[in-house]
């Protein structure tokens, strides 16, 4: 899209921007992250690079934008920590969090799932971690993932489909050989 | 899929993934993550965004919460609150001078208002004029068509009344180089001061103000109080330049507001417009205008000469208004014409009499106590004190009487005067204001004079 320096950003609206959208990109960036300091890396990063996008082009949907890149930098980031052996225990910060079970045993189980789902996601081949987190984490549509990605809607329907699938593959290797992922 | 069925494994995954959805997030982000990303938006705004970014970026997690709780103080006030005081620390100063760039301009052209309230009797509601500066020439131009050229350079003036056909030319005597620099340093100077003391500001000196439309322009607004002083400026949110300075100051009953606007920098001018040469068919009076460092021979001087303009009683207070009172009284009666420049020997004789003014201003801005008692007493009540202060670096203070003899008095000997006027008392402690000149015959238009090192707003000339 074409630059319109007419409309060049004005500070109150980026204020609004900022305050209607931090509990939007924050919780994107938690649900995967689930670490203080890197969910709030990465919501920073989030905003600062909407802003340099929104330098070159017009900002359809802020919301749509924030979320996009949110959920791509915490993917890079899970995958950063993935390479340096930091997700697992601890670093998750799981103490950090109440579980909202009751019974202790589901609420490990639940926490041991989460632990995997991201271990998965970060392992996941690109775009698709993504894709699919946009789609099942922020229940967007098939339609709205292929615009904000620029992907037809039938390639965004295969990503998630073989996600699906892989997914479901570690699952089962996961149960038949918990050591692995 | 090994042994077991995608339909077992269907649920687990779902499970898996309703268990990241619904999570509890927990309160976030960090305020100074917040502030951080807010100030991106600041510095974007200015078209900073790049730099802003790259210094927060590549701080470290501390120097970055510590920066970005600085640089809070200037989005979130701008945009949110009106007003916000933050620890200090170097992130604010940074934020604030991205919204704020120094003055570099060789040329400007700007308008200057002044008021006063209340207004006195017989003063316009407003006063205005314009003015052109290049280098060390200002070029000011009053209503009626009457302008003033000013080479603060040599310390000379002309003023120039088309009506009258005359030329007024000013010397001014007796400056030393700093007072020289800081009479360079009027107007436009005066500008580049209050932009720099911003600048250099801690955010908690500093109050942000809400964004304002100002001639069509969003403004970003500072605030600062500086010793008794209100200075707002409001910068440009794209140029960073200031589009309106507003100084209020004044103490006692009234108020003086002076404002700085329609600023126009580096704009071409023609030399000529500040040329100093006597038009032809005008004719010249050179006057001269003592602008030393007033002494102690002045107070005493001037004391005398105000008592004996009225009728032997010495003023009731030393301020700008007291004295442009004694002043009026004095110079109506030899108004005989409106139009008439005042004699060498008027000039000589009013500025006798502002040099108190100087004096006690001067002690003002040096922080010396002082306080005056003169009300009520004559000139030659010997043994009635009438002002004493204390010398910088004495012990004892020098105590003036009635008949204006003067003695070091030890501070435990000092007279008890209850309503005896000091530098805490609406004091002239700072610079004389846009007031009133005496009405007749009108004053040659030179810039009020600045005593050193204390405060100084923008000083119209007396004609103002």
Not at chain 1, 81 to 107: C, H, M, Q, Y
Not at chain 2, 286 to 301: F, G, I, K, Q, V
Not at chain 2, 324 to 340: D, H, S
Request: hydrophobic share 40%; with cysteine; aromatic share 6%.
């Amino acid at each position: 899209m074409a630059p319109n320096p007419r409309k060049r950003l004005q500070m109150t609206d980026w204020s609004s921007i900022v305050h209607e959208n931090t509990p939007l990109v924050w919780g994107t960036a938690w649900r995967l992250l689930a670490n203080q300091a890197d969910a709030a890396d990465c919501f920073q990063e989030t905003f600062l690079a909407a802003l340099e996008i929104s330098r070159r082009e017009t900002v359809r949907s802020w919301s749509a934008l924030l979320v996009k890149i949110a959920t791509a930098r915490a993917v890079d980031r899970l995958r950063s920590r993935l390479r340096r052996g930091e997700i697992n225990g601890e670093a998750f910060g799981w103490d950090a969090i109440p579980s909202p079970k009751t019974g202790p045993v589901e609420a490990a189980q639940d926490r041991e799932l989460g632990a995997w789902l991201r271990r998965v996601l970060a392992q996941l081949p690109q775009p698709e971690g993504v894709i699919f987190s946009l789609r099942v984490l922020n229940e967007w549509s098939y339609e709205q993932i292929a615009r904000e990605l620029a992907m037809t809607t039938s390639a965004v329907g295969v990503a998630i489909h073989r996600t699906r699938a892989r997914l479901k593959e570690r699952l089962a290797s996961r149960i038949t050989r918990p050591e692995e992922v | 899929m090994n042994a077991y069925d995608e339909n077992e494994l269907e649920p687990t995954l779902e499970r898996a993934v309703r268990v990241l959805k619904t999570e509890p997030v927990p309160d976030g982000p960090p305020l100074p993550v917040v502030a951080a990303v807010l100030a991106a938006g600041v510095a974007e705004t200015l078209n900073k965004h790049r730099s802003l970014r790259e210094r927060i970026t590549s701080m470290n997690r501390i120097a970055k919460i510590a920066a970005a709780f600085a640089a809070a103080a200037v989005i979130i006030a701008a945009t949110v609150v009106a007003f916000l005081v933050l620890p200090g620390g170097r992130g604010g100063t940074l934020a604030l001078a991205d919204m704020l760039k120094p003055i570099t301009a060789k040329t400007a052209k700007f308008t200057i208002t002044a008021r006063i309230e209340p207004l006195p009797p017989g003063m316009p509601p407003e006063q205005t004029m314009q003015v052109l500066v290049m280098e060390n020439l200002i070029r000011q131009e009053l209503p009626g068509g009457m302008y003033q050229v000013m080479d603060l350079k040599s310390s000379r003036s002309v003023t120039i009344m088309p009506q009258q056909k005359k030329v007024m030319v000013m010397q001014m005597t007796g400056m030393r180089q700093g007072e020289k620099d800081q009479m360079s340093n009027d107007f436009l100077g005066e500008l580049r001061r209050r932009v720099e003391e911003l600048r250099g500001s801690g955010p908690k000196d500093v109050e942000f103000l809400p964004d304002k439309t100002l001639d069509g322009r969003l403004a970003h607004g500072f605030h600062k109080r500086v010793e008794g002083i209100d200075i707002t400026v409001w910068a440009d949110t794209e140029t960073c330049l200031p589009v309106l300075m507003e100084i209020r100051y004044g103490g006692g009953a009234q108020q003086y507001f002076v404002t700085m606007s329609n600023f126009e920098l580096d704009v071409p001018l023609d030399p000529a417009l500040f040329s100093m040469a006597v038009p032809e068919g005008y004719t010249a009076e050179e006057r001269s205008m003592n602008m030393s460092p007033p002494t102690e021979a002045d107070l005493l001087a001037g004391l005398r000469q105000c008592a004996n303009m009225a009728d032997g009683a010495f003023p009731d207070r030393i301020d700008q208004n007291t004295i442009m009172e004694i002043l009026k009284k004095w110079i109506t009666p030899q108004a005989g014409n409106a139009q008439q420049s005042p004699t060498q020997e008027q000039m000589d004789t009013m500025m006798k009499v502002q040099r108190v003014l100087l004096f006690v201003m001067q002690l003002s801005g040096e922080k010396v106590d002082w306080r005056y008692a003169g009300r009520g007493v004559h000139l030659g009540d010997a043994g009635t004190p009438v002002f004493w202060y204390l010398p910088k670096g004495a012990a004892n203070y020098r105590m003036v009487c009635g008949d204006l003899t003067v003695a070091d008095v030890a501070p435990s000997a000092l007279p008890d005067i209850p309503d005896a006027q000091g530098p805490d008392d609406g004091s002239p402690s700072q610079p004389s204001p846009p007031a009133q000149a005496p009405p007749v015959p009108a004053p040659p238009a030179v810039p009020a004079p600045v005593p050193p090192q204390s405060p100084t707003p923008a000083t119209p000339p007396a004609d103002l």
